[in-house]
Antibody, heavy 122, light 107 residues
Framework: EVQLMQSGAEMKKPGESLRISCKGSGYTFTTHWIGWVRQMPGKGLECIGIIFPGDSDIRYSPSFQGQVTISADDSTDTVYLQWNSLKASDTAIYYC???????????????WGQGTLVTVSS | EIVMTQSPATLSVSPGESVTLSCRASQTIYSNLAWYQQKPGQAPRLLISGASIRATGIPARFSGFGSGTEFTLTISSLQSEDFAVYYCQQYNDWPRGFGPGTKVDIK
């Protein structure tokens, strides 16, 4: 069974750094793009960016470029989303999701992680 | 950047009824459109990709139609488990964009 398992909820203060993770299993990790999607409280879905773990090719949505860093470690089948300096406006649920098609960067997301709640508050 | 819109924002429906949700892209996305269902406290679930292809395990009462800029998702004979928020997403162009969602709730 294809699964994405995300790290647990985080509570941080403004200005702190954070890295959350998403571990894939049940498929060949290096053959599918994985994306990160933000959902702010009571709001809709926003695509942050996608990464191809096979070669760490990354695409960022313009709204998130420079605000976060996406990375992957194919030795542990894990992708990461990182902030260097959190803001209160980063409070949201963050989902990782796998592209349905192998190798294809134009694809829907067929498998989603359970979400990681990030709360940033002083 | 391609902007996705959805209508209506909310739909109140009785179980057993059928509903059609609309999604529009600001420019052509061919058939590169997906529909997702999200229930409270859960991650989104893929229903439809390629505008009309049901994902694995999705019941036949969900059907997608359209190409270019106009798309619809029809749910025939709504079941209790279908009350949720539905999002469309284009994957033709970068950045990927989701619509704002349509909430289907119980009348």
């Amino acid at each position: 069974e294809v699964q994405l398992m995300q790290s647990g909820a985080e509570m941080k203060k403004p200005g702190e750094s954070l890295r959350i993770s998403c571990k894939g299993s049940g498929y060949t990790f290096t053959t599918h793009w994985i994306g990160w999607v933000r959902q702010m409280p009571g709001k809709g879905l926003e695509c942050i960016g996608i990464i191809f773990p096979g070669d760490s090719d990354i695409r960022y949505s313009p709204s998130f470029q420079g605000q976060v860093t996406i990375s992957a470690d194919d030795s542990t089948d894990t992708v990461y989303l990182q902030w260097n300096s959190l803001k209160a406006s980063d409070t949201a649920i963050y989902y990782c999701a796998r592209h349905r098609m192998q190798y294809n960067d134009d694809s829907s997301f067929d498998t989603w992680g359970q979400g990681t709640l990030v709360t940033v508050s002083s | 950047e391609i902007v996705m819109t959805q209508s209506p924002a909310t739909l109140s429906v009785s179980p057993g009824e059928s509903v059609t949700l609309s999604c529009r892209a600001s420019q052509t996305i061919y058939s590169n459109l997906a529909w997702y269902q999200q229930k409270p406290g859960q991650a989104p679930r893929l229903l439809i990709s390629g505008a009309s292809i049901r994902a694995t395990g999705i019941p036949a009462r969900f059907s997608g139609f359209g190409s270019g800029t106009e798309f619809t998702l029809t749910i025939s004979s709504l079941q209790s488990e279908d009350f949720a928020v539905y999002y469309c997403q284009q994957y033709n162009d970068w950045p990927r964009g989701f619509g704002p969602g349509t909430k289907v709730d119980i009348k």
